[in-house]
């Protein structure tokens, strides 16, 4: 009997297209292996005693793997809206913007909020579900956004808001 754990809250909808392009081709590319995988499974299982035999295992637990990560892309696919359009006031953020914050200490920070599907630190990109995108959203620029974090509260200022392809590198 496994221990309680309450559900995960919803995460938004939200994706770009570039984003969709990459979980899609991600979920082909997974059906790909999973034959690759189920055709070694197969040749494991026919070698006999599959109690001790290493490869059988470990294509067991490669195929459970492979079969999760199918399974909710397939679940999470049909859910996810594309969203291409750039808002009215390009200089207020919303989904898809990359902004520029400067802290306190005068330091220069970008970020790219994008969907939690795609989120990337060492690119820069954050989901619109962390606690920063969500203070930063609506705000324009010379704002100041005040952030909790586990180290304390943080304070940044909106130095600049961009839209569009240039954003997506």
């Not at 295992?57 to 969203?83: F, S």
């Not at 902004?99 to 630190?121: K, Q, S, W």
């Amino acid at each position: 009997m496994g221990r309680y754990r309450p559900p995960q809250p919803k995460q938004s909808p939200y994706i770009t297209r570039a984003g969709y392009q990459r979980l899609e081709a991600e979920s082909k590319t997974l059906w790909v292996r999973r034959r690759e995988v189920t055709k070694a499974l197969a040749a494991a299982a026919a070698e006999g005693d599959r109690s001790e035999n290493a490869e059988y295992i470990y294509r067991k637990k490669e195929l459970r793997e492979l079969d999760r990560r199918i399974r909710y892309l397939q679940k999470r696919l049909p859910d996810l809206k594309v969203v291409e359009t750039i808002p009215t006031n390009p200089q207020q953020v919303f989904f898809g913007a990359t902004i520029e914050l400067e802290d306190d200490a005068g330091n220069v920070v970008t970020y790219r909020i994008v969907g939690p599907d795609e989120f990337d630190p060492e690119r820069g990109w954050i989901s619109m579900d962390a606690p920063l995108a969500r203070a930063l959203l609506k705000r324009s620029l010379d704002d100041e956004v005040v952030v909790q974090t586990p180290g304390g509260e943080r304070r940044y200022w909106v130095m600049a808001v961009r839209y569009g392809i240039e954003a997506d590198s």
